[in-house]
């Protein structure tokens, strides 16, 4: 949380209240047009599973469509002081980031079939979703029954951590595979793992 206290000439009043809407205005371009392209994911989702009836492709639009749904509000709420942005920014937005996650640690699973092709890569996967539904819930517990804060805090980062984690075993495992499939999710997911930390940087960085 943070205050940004300013002291400002009657005149200039006109010209801050600019910078400020211009600011949220370019932040709100910015995670709308993230939006559309989770939207674009959610139909490409809806036809590959029409055209192939496989499940993995409704895991993953389920997974887009949370994320949209957390950029989107994002994008809606910023830096409005009111009741529904406390309560998104405190703990909605971390339910919407890691139900979309444990939907997309499904459609890896499913769609490398690992069960049966990497039983090792199943098992980091499965235990990432056990991960994430235990920090879910003490998260949840956390947020509505204890007041302690810090707490709440640790078991999001340490579930965030978990999955940078499993993010760098991937990559890693798809690099000592041959599997042609393994190396295309793995060079997504440097890209996932690069802009992860960048964001991190960005978040608790004063050098935006």
């Not at 809407?21 to 932040?27: A, C, R, V």
């Not at 960048?198 to 935006?208: A, G, T, V, W």
Request: glycine content about 4%; some cysteine.
């Amino acid at each position: 949380n943070t205050i940004t206290p300013t002291l400002v000439r009657d005149f200039y009043l006109p010209t801050l209240y600019n910078q400020l809407q211009n600011d949220k205005k370019l932040n709100s371009i910015i995670t709308y047009l993230v939006c559309g392209i989770m939207m674009m994911m959610i139909f490409y989702s809806f036809a590959g599973y029409y055209a192939s009836r496989r499940i993995e492709f409704l895991h993953y639009s389920a997974y887009a469509f949370l994320l949209g749904i957390m950029f989107f509000f994002k994008a809606v709420l910023y830096k409005l002081p009111i009741e529904s942005n406390f309560f998104f920014e405190s703990y909605f937005d971390f339910m919407l980031q890691a139900g979309g996650t444990l939907f997309y640690f499904m459609f890896l699973r499913s769609f490398t079939n690992s069960r049966s092709e990497y039983p090792l890569l199943n098992k980091v996967l499965y235990t990432q979703q056990v991960i994430t539904i235990a920090g879910m819930l003490a998260f949840t517990i956390l947020h509505f029954f204890t007041q302690n804060f810090t707490i709440q805090n640790q078991v999001e980062n340490l579930v965030k951590y978990s999955w940078s984690a499993c993010t760098v075993y991937f990559i890693g495992y798809a690099i000592f595979n041959k599997s042609k499939i393994l190396r295309y999710l793995a060079f997504g997911h440097v890209f996932l793992l690069v802009f992860g930390f960048l964001s991190l940087y960005l978040i608790n960085s004063p050098n935006r």
